[in-house]
Each structure stands twice: as C-alpha cells, then as structure tokens.
C-alpha cells in the first residue's frame, strides 16, 4: 500500500493552463507539505498544512493554490502555468520527526 | 551561501565505501537527516541522527556528527550498485520541524 499518492506522475502542459495535483496519505499523518525540486535537485518547501490548517506558505506565486479538503489529503492547484513552473512537485507527510514522501509529479509547461 | 551544503557527485567502484559529507550553518540544529532518492521517485528516509549524538551505525550505514564544525557525514559500507541515488542531507533547527535541505550529492557506483 503506498503510503503517501500522489498524481498524476507526469504531466505536460501549456502555458497558460491552470492543473491540479492530487496528494493523499493513508498515514495517520497530521501534516502534510508540497515541496518543489528544481532542475538542480534542491528541494525548497513550498505549503504545510496541520489537521487542515494552513502553517506555511513560503514566498510562492498566489497563482499557487494549496487545498486541503481532509488531513488525509493536500492538493496543489496551479492557475496561469508559466514555463519556470516547470519542476518536480513533491508531496510529504509527516508526525513529528518522520517525513514520508510521495515519488513526485514531473510538471513540463511548454 | 546556502544553509546546508554537499558536493553535487561521487563516484565509487562496487566493494568500496562511500562517504557523503554535509556542512550545515544553524548552530540550533536539532535532527540532521539522510534522504535516498533513486530515479523516478521520491525520497526515502535513511537515518537520522539527533544532535546530541556523535554517531549513529545501522547495518552498511554510519552517520558520523561533527558538531563543532558542523559536519553530518553518511558512510555506506560495502557499496553495491543498488546504492546509486541522490542523497539528500537535512536538518532541523529551533522549534521547527521542518527540515532545511542540500542539494543532494549524486552517488555512482560502477562496477
């Protein structure tokens, strides 16, 4: 069973596009995050929500939109793609100390 | 400079040891953490150590913590080349659990 999904693996879009990306954890997990790694493999955090709550929101384009309908689950709605958009997005959960992450969504906007 | 620094590539022959190195700023370190990245997924926590320890061992892995000079280092024993990923060092400061990461160090172990 995997523990924290999230899809879809890859997508590719225009710019201008508006996309979601769907994550969710079977884990018990109070927090949970979306991470974005750049073409040089830093991973710089993005949005965390707590039980629901958003707790950070790092300097991101409000084209960003975080969505949390249950702790189970946190998506990641982008409006108005731009090419520098493209990245990997990685969702995580965690409680406490112990972080689980999802095996990312490949964004290309062309 | 960035909070938390490793080397981009290293490259090891099968049988041999791989040690990883990462040098963090925040003195206020609580948790320093190893992450494995292989192609096409996403990270897996490795090990991580507490920052009151000095090393940390668990089957092929050591952690070694340099506190003074902070200084995280990852020894993998015996490399196979089922080790070759992307190893992320993190770590955790203040109250915050959220964990600050390098850019990764991409291991290549040729036979």
């Known amino acids: 069973d995997t523990a924290v999904s999230q899809t879809p693996k890859y997508l590719v879009t225009q710019m201008g596009n508006d996309k979601s990306i769907k994550c969710e954890q079977n884990?018990?997990?109070?927090?949970m995050y979306w991470y974005k790694q750049d073409s040089k493999k830093f991973l710089k955090i993005m949005f965390s929500?707590?039980?629901?709550?958003?707790?950070i929101n790092e300097t991101v384009p409000n084209r960003f939109s975080p969505k949390s309908p249950d702790k189970a689950h946190l998506n990641l709605h982008i409006n108005s793609l731009e090419l520098g958009d493209s990245a990997v997005y990685f969702c995580?959960?965690?409680?406490?100390?112990?972080?689980?992450f999802g095996s990312g969504t490949r964004l290309t906007v062309v | 400079g960035e909070d938390v620094e490793q080397s981009l590539f290293l490259s090891v022959r099968e049988g041999d040891s791989s040690v990883i190195n990462c040098t963090y700023t925040?003195?206020?370190?609580?948790?320093l953490y190893w992450y494995k990245q292989e192609p096409g997924a996403g990270l897996q926590l490795l090990t991580y150590i507490f920052s009151n320890m000095d090393m940390k061992q668990d089957q092929r892995l050591t952690v070694l913590l340099n506190k003074k000079d902070k200084h995280l280092s990852l020894r993998i024993a015996d490399t196979q080349t089922g080790d070759s990923a992307i190893y992320f060092c993190?770590?955790?400061?203040?109250?915050?659990?959220?964990?600050?990461f390098g850019r990764g160090t991409s291991l290549i172990v040729h036979p």
């Open positions: 993190a770590e955790t400061a203040g109250g915050s659990y959220i964990p600050t």
């Open positions: 925040d003195s206020s370190s609580t948790y």
């Open positions: 884990l018990g997990h109070d927090t």
């Open positions: 995580a959960s965690s409680r406490g100390t112990y972080y689980t």
């Open positions: 929500y707590n039980n629901k709550e958003l707790i």
